[in-house]
T-cell receptor
């Protein structure tokens, strides 16, 4: 059974810091891995999608890497801003077409 | 449509009543997924559709829950005889297709409160 774990569960940092959020999964048989952001009371916004054959994806200040063999992904946020405050979720798409989510990292960036 | 649309955005219902939640996926997306997020919990898979058929219903919590999809488009999730533990945010997502590694686009969810 696929299990997805995110570390840390919560993070509070001053503005401007570079951050690394971690995601690990137990079964490497995945189609892809996706990072989402969720603001309080809102739905999920897709940030980055990494296919199983890819090593990383970048979008603006965000960079996500994937090491499928070791079951790990990291989301790197450069020069964090208060607007980055949200819960960040990683999810893997299994070969049974099911998206399995981690429990998230709650990020607060203070001015 | 431009995004995944869910209605209603909020629903308060009395215990024992039936509710219907609606999801309108992105036009052309053949795969549609329902998830549930309870307060302080992660996202729980409920069911997914490829076209009008549901290959995986394993996440439905009980036989009070059912879902259907017609015309390969709109889906409804029905909860019969609602219980307080059904209170949660119900999220719908769509994807171009299942099984080929496309990304998901989520709607804003329906917040269900059973009183």
């Amino acid at each position: 059974k696929q299990e997805v774990t995110q570390i840390p569960a919560a993070l509070s940092v001053p503005e401007g810091e570079n951050l690394v959020l971690n995601c690990s999964f137990t079964d490497s048989a995945i189609y892809n891995l996706q990072w989402f952001r969720q603001d309080p009371g809102k739905g999920l916004t897709s940030l980055l999608l990494i296919q199983s054959s890819q090593r990383e994806q970048t979008s603006g200040r965000l960079n996500a890497s994937l090491d499928k063999s070791s079951g790990r992904s990291t989301l790197y946020i450069a020069a964090s801003q208060p607007g980055d405050s949200a819960t960040y979720l990683c999810a893997v798409l299994t070969n049974t077409d099911k998206l399995i989510f981690g429990t998230g990292t709650r990020l607060q960036v203070f001015p | 449509g431009a995004g995944v649309s869910q209605s209603p955005s909020n629903k308060v219902t009395e215990k024992g009543k039936d509710v219907e939640l609606r999801c309108d996926p992105i036009s052309g997306h053949t795969a549609l997924y329902w998830y549930r997020q309870s307060l302080g919990q992660g996202l729980e898979f409920l069911i997914y559709f490829q076209g009008n058929s549901a290959p995986d219903k394993s996440g439905l919590p009980s036989d009070r829950f059912s879902a259907e999809r017609t015309g390969g488009s709109v889906s409804t999730l029905t909860i019969q005889r609602t219980q307080q533990e059904d209170s949660a945010v119900y999220l719908c997502a769509s994807s171009l297709s299942s099984g080929i590694g496309y990304g998901y686009t989520f709607g804003s969810g329906t917040r269900l409160t059973v009183v």
